[in-house]
């Protein structure tokens, strides 16, 4: 059983940067695939970012490359989403996810094995 708890979201201008961290509990976090998956008010979950299990391969959205970063410290359980210049239609609820293969891209994300509860991000314009 793994147990992901997201923080770091918050209220920032448009252009600012925010830090979204996710603690894993569980002694084989670093045999799972990880991402971030978000949910605007009124919209489907989309596909943000995902890690391997190793740190060694990352991919992500076309609407985030070049302005988020995804990382992970397998020796402190956490994956990090660096997110630089924001924009308003980044506003949504960030979910952090994880699963023993690989991390989903499209809808529908139902199988993934575990979810956070996830933190809200508010960008302003």
């Known amino acids: 059983q793994v147990q992901l708890v997201e923080s770091g979201g918050g209220l920032v201008q448009a252009g600012g940067s925010l830090n979204l961290s996710c603690v894993a509990s569980?002694?084989?976090?670093?045999?799972?695939?990880m991402g971030w998956i978000r949910q605007a008010p009124g919209k489907e979950r989309e596909f943000v970012a995902g890690?391997?299990?190793?740190?060694?391969?990352?991919y992500y959205a076309d609407s985030v490359k070049g302005r988020f970063t995804i990382s992970r410290d397998n020796a402190k359980n956490t994956i990090y989403l660096q997110m630089n210049s924001l924009k308003p239609e980044d506003t949504a609820v960030y979910y952090c996810?994880?699963?023993?293969?690989?991390?989903?891209?499209?809808?529908?994300?139902?199988?993934?094995?575990?979810w956070g509860k996830g933190t809200l991000v508010t960008v302003s314009s």
């Open positions: 890690i391997s299990w190793s740190g060694g391969s990352t």
């Open positions: 569980g002694r084989t976090f670093n045999t799972y695939a």
């Open positions: 996810a994880a699963d023993r293969t690989t991390i989903a891209t499209r809808p529908p994300f139902s199988g993934m094995d575990y």
